[in-house]
């Protein structure tokens, strides 16, 4: 109708059509107007109708693959820091165990160094395919652990922040987790 009424010329228009057995087809529809070289009247269409259905197929495969991946990426930063968690308490049972304590102060900063990966992958974000650390994120929860062990031990620490959010490469965040967690 749009290219009979206005004259347009109809491009890739994707549509349904459902047959008598209710399976749908998909076609992809270009129309031109055809004039009447003298009068420049209307006198026919040029109809060029594709059958896009693999390609429909393909590209609903497609977006179900992508939806997956999406989740699946969600969820493994929560897996990492569950896991991470689990290696931690276990850490904190075999610290019951053992005599020394030099050996004891060993497994609590092995413990420590492995809530900051966990704290590196929480708080990890990606854009354009790259992974980056969220630091504001990661200093305001390092800050809250060293306040809330400092609690535990009956000391009382007062710790302010002051700065912007950076987003820093995986690459140079795991370093640098490592380095704010010795500090």
Not at 134 to 154: H, I, L, P, Q
Not at 168 to 183: G, Q, R, S, T, Y
Request: glycine share 4%; net charge negative.
């Amino acid at each position: 109708n749009r290219v009979k009424q206005n004259n347009e010329i109809v491009k890739n228009v994707v549509m349904g059509v459902k047959s008598v057995t209710d399976t749908i087809s998909w076609i992809s529809v270009n129309a031109t107007p055809l004039y009447d070289d003298n009068d420049h009247v209307l006198t026919g269409l040029m109809l060029v109708i594709s059958d896009v259905g693999d390609k429909m197929r393909l590209s609903e495969k497609l977006y179900e693959s992508q939806s997956q991946k999406l989740k699946l990426e969600e969820r493994i930063p929560h897996d990492i820091a569950t896991s991470l968690d689990l290696v931690t308490q276990m850490m904190h049972l075999q610290k019951q165990f053992i005599a020394d304590e030099n050996a004891q102060l060993v497994l609590e900063d092995s413990a420590s160094r492995i809530q900051t990966l966990k704290q590196l992958h929480l708080f990890s974000t990606k854009e354009n395919g790259v992974e980056f650390l969220r630091t504001e994120s990661f200093f305001n929860a390092t800050v809250k652990k060293v306040m809330e062990e400092g609690n535990d031990k009956g000391v009382s620490l007062n710790i302010s922040l002051n700065g912007s959010d950076i987003l820093l490469p995986m690459n140079k965040a795991l370093p640098f987790c490592i380095m704010v967690n010795e500090i």
